[in-house]
């Protein structure tokens, strides 16, 4: 053991490890980077952290960065996920629900925990978390939180920084603050501190501050729903008071790490209406989207021709009776949860009608086996990441972008044309209802054309989604993968005022280094040589 692992163990009530074969497991998330880390720390509770995070700033303080990188179920695809120095890992212990309130509809938690065993409680109790994403059999709450997640229900319900009520976060130098909207006099008070938490209260006011018309400007030049890229410094100040909240989420651990939340909760119907829209052309979603969106859908995602295509290819009978129209453009899978008796069904009558006037055709779920066909259907997705000729596999890379829905429909042409000029298939899914588009390009991140064409693509893609008005960054964050299109999000001021939002934070770049700063060259150096998940891929997704 090395003399910091050996330092940690004796110190810490977790566990510690460096054996080559825990940091050759850590050395991957979901991405196609790869960091080998050098050192493992299971933390045990909140002092672990604390410790850990004290540890290494006194290192840094002698010249010695040893970076740390929180970890939940390492589902990232952005490749935030890894780091050089300590991983910590939080699904080992800190996992807990910490208290439940089914009155008030509140629960707090530690990180580690996942959406799918926090689901598992909540439905018990009527109750549910709505931003639970794709991966939630595997991604915890900390992830979710330190990405922003969202999920198939985000359209209605919105992403999870919508639900966070308040957060108990260490930060780099291993003080422990809680974050909630500040009023004047407590924001003055904290600001009086003469700790880290002082400066960052100083120090993000004076930026917000220097910086407001800026701000703004970037603000509104971002229309889509969701936007990851770079730090929230668009709504710490607002009229609920000052709150450091929305710069943790979708930070990525790289200004601190989160262990407590409180989350409030949401009613949850177990019942809902399904069904399937099929357009005969993609041109009439810019007519039909807007129509059903005024009905207020719980899930609205799509699928296009491509994809039905290479599920078809690669599984030949498995879309077999699912689909009316198979042919169809697009297919839009749509859901109404409302509560109110009567209210979905007269949803699905307005959809009726607009699909009667597009001339589409339209499946609605009558029964549990029709319910079974459309939820078939959706997961037939998962199909698409079992792409495996040879040594090429679908990367999730040049994906995941967020455009608004006005944009959507030319976005979508232009994916389309950019992923053919590059030979690759343009098969699109992704939440239609929020500008989400998804695509995985199918490569051999091994051959160095195709980590060219890799490039070529994303360049393009992203430069699309921000001419559209969108981001390159919907879901998962900038993490390394997407840094270096930062300065092409914010401009060079904006992504000036990142950084320095970053170090104010952590000085000495200690939490997750690397994670939204890193270089085009930096990232081309950690790429892997072979791409898979192995702990993901065997599991259900949507
Ligand atoms: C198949 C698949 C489907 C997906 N579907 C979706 C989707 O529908 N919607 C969506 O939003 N995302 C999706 N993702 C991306 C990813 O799963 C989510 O962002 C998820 O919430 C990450 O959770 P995790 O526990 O795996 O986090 P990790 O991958 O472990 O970490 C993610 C980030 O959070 C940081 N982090 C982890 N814990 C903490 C903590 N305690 N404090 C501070 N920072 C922390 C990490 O450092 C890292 O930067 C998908 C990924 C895959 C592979």
Known sequence: MSKIAHYLQEHLNGEVTDSLEARRYFSHDASILQITPSVIV??????????TARFCWQLAERGKVLPITARGGGSDTSGAAIGS???????AHMNRILALDPKKEFVTVEPGITF?????????HGLFLPPYPASSAYATIGGGLANNSIGEKSVKYGDLAKYVEKLSVVLANGEVIETRPLNKRDLNRKMG??????????????????????????????????????????????????????LFLGSQGSLGIITEATLQLVRHNPIAELAVLSLGSLAELHDVLPRILDLKPSVCEMINKAAVVQINRLSPNQLKGLLDNPAADIHLIIEFDDSKEGGQKKSLKSLAKIVQRSGGSLMVATSTEDRDRINKFRRSIATLFLENRGDTKAVPAADDVSVPIDSLLD??????????????????????????????????????????????????????????????????????LRAPYLAHVYGPEGSKLMLEAKKIFDPHGILNRGVKTATADEVKAIIRSEYSRPHHEHLPRS
Do not use: C
């Not at 220097?210 to 929230?232: D, M, T």
């Open 411 to 480: 976005f979508m042409h232009k994916a389309i044309e950019i992923y053919s000029q590059a030979e690759l298939v343009p098969a699109i899914w992704g939440q239609a209802g929020d500008g989400v588009v998804r695509m995985h390009p199918v490569l051999d991140i091994g051959r160095v054309g195709d980590r060219q064409r890799l490039f070529r693509v994303s360049d393009a893609i992203y430069k699309s989604a921000l001419e559209a008005g969108g981001s390159i960054s919907a879901s998962a964050g900038d993490g390394r």
């Open 42 to 51: 299971y933390p045990a509770s909140e002092s672990d952290v604390r410790k």
């Open 193 to 246: 501190l003469t700790t880290l938490e002082g400066n960052i209260y100083r120090g993000v006011d004076a930026l917000i501050e220097e910086n407001q018309a800026l701000l703004a400007e970037e603000k509104s030049r971002i229309r889509s729903a969701h936007n990851r890229a770079g730090y929230n410094l668009f709504d710490v100040k607002t009229k609920k008071g000052f709150d450091l909240t929305p």
């Open 116 to 124: 799918g065993s926090l689901l598992q409680t909540l439905y018990t």
């Open 85 to 91: 120095g300590i991983v910590m890992a939080f699904t």
